[in-house]
C-alpha cells in the first residue's frame, strides 16, 4: 500500500508489496575502422548502402521479484525461467529484516536464509545482477513492535545488513537501505534525519565485506524536498546512487505526463538530478529501482488507483523506457514493479509482466523489445 500525500490529505495509492559500481546502459557498438583503399590496378567496387546499425541490447532492465514470497524458492525459479527470454539483466529482491533474523541479533533464522542461498543461486544461473532491499524491523528491535519503525538501535540493521554482505556480497550486485523511507506508512515517522542515521550505519558494515554499490532509498516518487533534507542530517557520504520509485499519479496517466512540480510525476527526474547536483554528487547516478502501471482491472475507486488496460501497460513501459533512455541520461538501471500478477483482480495484483498462472502479458514482450533496443 502506498499512500499519497498532498497538503495534508492522505490519499491511498495501492503500488502492491510484500510485508518488498553505478551501471551505465550499453553504449552503440563502437564505429569499424575504414577499409583500406583499393589498389591501383584494381576496380573500386561500386558504392553500397552503409550497413544498417542495431543497438546493442540494453541490460541495465530488470524486473522486481515477488514470488519469493513464500517458503521456498521454487516458484520464484519458475519465474526466472519464464523471464528469462526477456533479456532482463537485473533483479530486484525486497528481503525481511523481520524474517532474516526473527529471533533476535546474531545468526539469521536458518529457513530464510537457505530460501535466499537459493534465489541468488537462481539469479546467478540466470545472469541477473541483484539488487537487495532490506527492511522491516523485527520486534525485537523495534521500538513499539511494528516492522515499519526504524530500529531503536541503528547498529543492529547494520549488523544485519553486514552479515548478509558477508555472505552474500558475491551474488549481490547492489545494497538498497529500506523501502521507501520517505513514507510514512513504511518508514514510520518518514524522518530524513532518523533515516540518514540508519544509511550512514549500514554504509561500512557493507563495504567492510563488499565493495557494491550501497543505494539511498528508494525514495517513494522524485521527492526532491525530502532528499534535500536528507542531505542536510549528513546522507551525502553514506550513500554511492540515488534510488527512486517515480510512479505518476493519477495512476492512470501516461510516463510523459508535464511535471508541473509534483513528485508523483517520472518528468519531475529533473529536480532530483539538481539536489544531487547541488550537494557536489554530480557523479552518482540515479536507479529506477521500481517504476510500473496496474492492469487490475479492479481499483479503490479513486484515481490514484485507477488501473490501465494490459496493452496501455505495455505501451506505458515502452514509453517510459524511451523517455528515461532520451531525457535523463544519467538514470538507469530502471526495474519494472513487478515480475508476476498475483492471485486477486485487485489493482495491487495487477502490476506484473506475466499472469499468475506465468503466461505472459503484453508488458512481457514491451521489456523485451526495450532489452533489444527496439
Known amino acids: 500500500m502506498k499512500v499519497l500525500l498532498r497538503r495534508g490529505v492522505l ?9 518488498a559500481g553505478s551501471v551505465i546502459p550499453w553504449q552503440l557498438g563502437a564505429s569499424s575502422e575504414s577499409p583500406s583503399a ?3 590496378s584494381t576496380p573500386a567496387p561500386a558504392p553500397s548502402a552503409p550497413p544498417t546499425r542495431r543497438p546493442r541490447p540494453d541490460d541495465a532492465l530488470g524486473y522486481q521479484l515477488s514470488a519469493h514470497h ?10 526466472m525461467d519464464a523471464l528469462e527470454r526477456t533479456g532482463a539483466g537485473w533483479v530486484r529482491v525486497d528481503v525481511g529484516w523481520a524474517s532474516l533474523q526473527s529471533r533476535g541479533p546474531g545468526a539469521m533464522d536458518r529457513w530464510y536464509a537457505d530460501l535466499l542461498d537459493d534465489v541468488f543461486a537462481a539469479a546467478r544461473a540466470h545472469r541477473l545482477r541483484v539488487i537487495v532491499s532490506l527492511w522491516q524491523t523485527p520486534a525485537w528491535a523495534s521500538p513499539d513492535g511494528s516492522s515499519y519503525a526504524p530500529p531503536r538501535d541503528v547498529a543492529d540493521y547494520a549488523r544485519a545488513i553486514g552479515l548478509m554482505s558477508a555472505r552474500w556480497g558475491k551474488d549481490v550486485a547492489a545494497w538498497e537501505i529500506w523501502n521507501e523511507p520517505n513514507f510514512d506508512a513504511f518508514f514510520e515517522g518518514a524522518d530524513p534525519a532518523t ?14 565485506h563488499d565493495d557494491s554499490p550501497v543505494l539511498l532509498g528508494g525514495l517513494m516518487y522524485n521527492d526532491d524536498a525530502w532528499l534535500s533534507r536528507a542531505y542536510r542530517a549528513g546522507a551525502g ?22 511535471s508541473v512540480g509534483e513528485v508523483w510525476r517520472l518528468t519531475h527526474m529533473p529536480a532530483m538530478r539538481a539536489v544531487l547536483d547541488e550537494w557536489g554528487d554530480r557523479r552518482k547516478r540515479i536507479w529506477v529501482t521500481e517504476l510500473g502501471w496496474s492492469s487490475g482491472p479492479d481499483s479503490m475507486g479513486n484515481a490514484w488507483d485507477r488501473p490501465v488496460s494490459p496493452a496501455v501497460q505495455a505501451r506505458y513501459l515502452r514509453e517510459a523506457v524511451a523517455l528515461i533512455r532520451d531525457r535523463y541520461p544519467s538514470v538507469g538501471p530502471i526495474i519494472w514493479y513487478r515480475d508476476v500478477d498475483g ?3 485487485a489493482y495491487a495484483d495487477g502490476f506484473g509482466l506475466l499472469r499468475h498462472d506465468l503466461t505472459p502479458k ?9 532489452v533489444r533496443g527496439r
Do not use: E, M, N
Open 343 to 345: 492471485p486477486t483482480r
Open 237 to 258: 557520504p553514506c550513500f554511492d546512487a540515488l534510488a527512486v520509485h517515480p510512479y505518476v499519479g493519477p495512476s492512470d496517466a501516461a510516463p510523459d505526463t508535464p
Open 38 to 40: 583499393p589498389a591501383a
Open 362 to 370: 503484453p508488458a512481457f514482450r514491451a521489456l523485451r523489445d526495450a
Open 11 to 19: 490519499v491511498a495509492i495501492i503500488i502492491g508489496t510484500w510485508v
Open 70 to 79: 513464500a517458503a521456498d524458492a521454487q516458484r520464484a525459479v519458475k519465474v
Open 195 to 208: 533515516y540518514a542515521r540508519l544509511l550512514c550505519a549500514a554504509y561500512p558494515a557493507v563495504k567492510k
